[in-house]
């Protein structure tokens, strides 16, 4: 079967960085990206990787390896307003596009 | 503006009763999706189509249906057959073909509630 797993929740204190992973096994791979979600809103793009290694967008990096069938998402300098649930979803052959259950982050002052 | 549009944003259904829920996309992107998410989960894959007229079956399939007659536009019907379908349903559109950009694009969101 097809699963993507990541961690349920995670809490970390404003103005420090947060590691979220997120492990799959898919039937082919065309891409893995991450996306944000706050209560009751559609999710936003943040990242994309296709290739091995680290893509930087400012606060946010991401990280894959697809040999083991990983990936994280780091956010640096976290804000109040990056409490939200962080989406990992795969792109597998065949240009399916499947998501894990999220990880809700609480960011505390 | 180029986007994703659906509508209603909330819909009530009376049990028994089949809904059609719009998604129009003017991005000219050749794939669509449908996603159900419940309360504090993650999205499930309903359907989805790369061209038109071409639809798959994603992995909680059973008690919806598709059309893909226009490439803008991938209308969801929730039937009757549907026995849990109070939940939030995401359209999304994403390109295929331009590797560099595939990411996918959500509309808003429709908020389904059976009464």
């Given at each position: 079967?097809?699963?993507?797993?990541?961690?349920?929740?995670?809490?970390?204190?404003?103005?420090?960085?947060?590691?979220?992973?997120?492990?799959?096994?898919?039937?082919?791979?065309?891409?893995?990206?991450?996306?944000?979600?706050?209560?009751?809103?559609?999710?936003?793009?943040?990242?994309?990787?296709?290739?091995?290694?680290?893509?930087?967008?400012?606060?946010?990096?991401?990280?894959?390896?697809?040999?083991?069938?990983?990936?994280?998402?780091?956010?640096?300098?976290?804000?109040?307003?990056?409490?939200?649930?962080?989406?990992?979803?795969?792109t597998t052959g065949g240009f399916k596009t499947i998501f894990g259950a999220g990880t809700r982050l609480f960011v505390k002052a | 503006d180029g986007g994703i549009t659906q509508s209603p944003k909330y819909l009530f259904r009376k049990e028994g009763q089949n809904v059609t829920l719009s998604c129009e996309?003017?991005?000219?992107?050749?794939?669509?999706?449908?996603?159900?998410?419940?309360?504090?989960?993650?999205?499930?894959?309903?359907?989805?189509?790369?061209?038109?007229?071409?639809?798959?079956?994603?992995?909680?399939?059973?008690?919806?249906?598709?059309?893909?007659?226009?490439?803008?536009?991938?209308?969801?019907?929730?039937?009757?057959?549907?026995?849990?379908?109070?939940?939030?349903?995401?359209?999304?559109?994403?390109?295929?073909?331009?590797?560099?950009?595939?990411?996918?694009?959500?509309?808003?969101?429709?908020?389904?509630?059976?009464?």
């Amino acid at each position: 079967g097809q699963n993507i797993d990541q961690p349920t929740e995670m809490t970390a204190t404003e103005g420090a960085i947060v590691q979220i992973n997120c492990t799959y096994q898919t039937s082919g791979f065309n891409g893995l990206f991450w996306y944000q979600q706050h209560a009751g809103e559609a999710p936003t793009f943040l990242s994309y990787n296709v290739l091995d290694g680290l893509e930087e967008k400012g606060r946010f990096s991401s990280f894959l390896s697809r040999s083991k069938g990983y990936s994280y998402l780091l956010l640096k300098e976290l804000q109040m307003k990056d409490s939200a649930s962080y989406l990992c979803a795969v792109t597998t052959g065949g240009f399916k596009t499947i998501f894990g259950a999220g990880t809700r982050l609480f960011v505390k002052a | 503006d180029g986007g994703i549009t659906q509508s209603p944003k909330y819909l009530f259904r009376k049990e028994g009763q089949n809904v059609t829920l719009s998604c129009e996309q003017n991005l000219n992107h050749d794939a669509m999706y449908w996603y159900r998410q419940d309360p504090g989960q993650g999205l499930r894959l309903i359907y989805y189509s790369q061209i038109v007229n071409d639809f798959q079956k994603g992995d909680i399939a059973e008690g919806y249906s598709v059309s893909r007659e226009k490439k803008e536009s991938f209308p969801l019907t929730v039937t009757s057959a549907q026995k849990n379908p109070t939940a939030f349903y995401l359209c999304a559109s994403s390109s295929i073909w331009d590797r560099a950009n595939t990411e996918a694009f959500f509309g808003q969101g429709t908020r389904l509630t059976v009464v």
